[in-house]
């Protein structure tokens, strides 16, 4: 059974700093991307950062570019996305995502097969 357990979600205060982590575990036959998502309360869960397994190559919503980092250590199974200069407007739960092939494209929450659970990052000004 697969299973993507996210953590290190908390409350921070505007300019600060948190790291995102997702740990894959069971088995999966084809891995193509892994993503995190976000949901604010009352809108859309919308794509924050994806990393494709082929080649590692990495995009990022604008809202984030320059703030975040995606990345993945295979020999744990986990992934994370460091989050830094956060702002208010950051404050959503955060979900990881696996797909097994491109689907819709890399921002369409239909292109993944699993999810997380989430965990909620909170910003204050």
């Known amino acids: 059974q697969v299973q993507l357990v996210e953590s290190g979600g908390g409350s921070v205060q505007a300019g600060g700093s948190l790291r995102l982590s997702c740990e894959v575990s069971?088995?999966?036959?084809?891995?193509?991307?892994l993503a995190w998502f976000r949901q604010a309360p009352g809108q859309e869960r919308e794509g924050v950062a994806v990393?494709?397994?082929?080649?590692?190559?990495?995009l990022y919503a604008d809202s984030v570019k320059g703030r975040c980092t995606i990345s993945q250590d295979n020999a744990k199974n986990t992934l994370y996305l460091q989050m830094d200069r956060l702002k208010p407007e950051d404050t959503a739960m955060y979900y990881c995502?696996?797909?097994?092939?491109?689907?819709?494209?890399?921002?369409?929450?239909?292109?993944?097969?699993?999810w997380g659970q989430g965990t909620q990052v909170t910003v204050s000004s």
């Open positions: 995502a696996l797909a097994r092939s491109r689907g819709g494209g890399w921002s369409d929450r239909k292109t993944y097969a699993y």
């Open positions: 069971g088995y999966i036959a084809s891995r193509y991307s």
């Open positions: 990393i494709f397994t082929r080649d590692r190559s990495t």
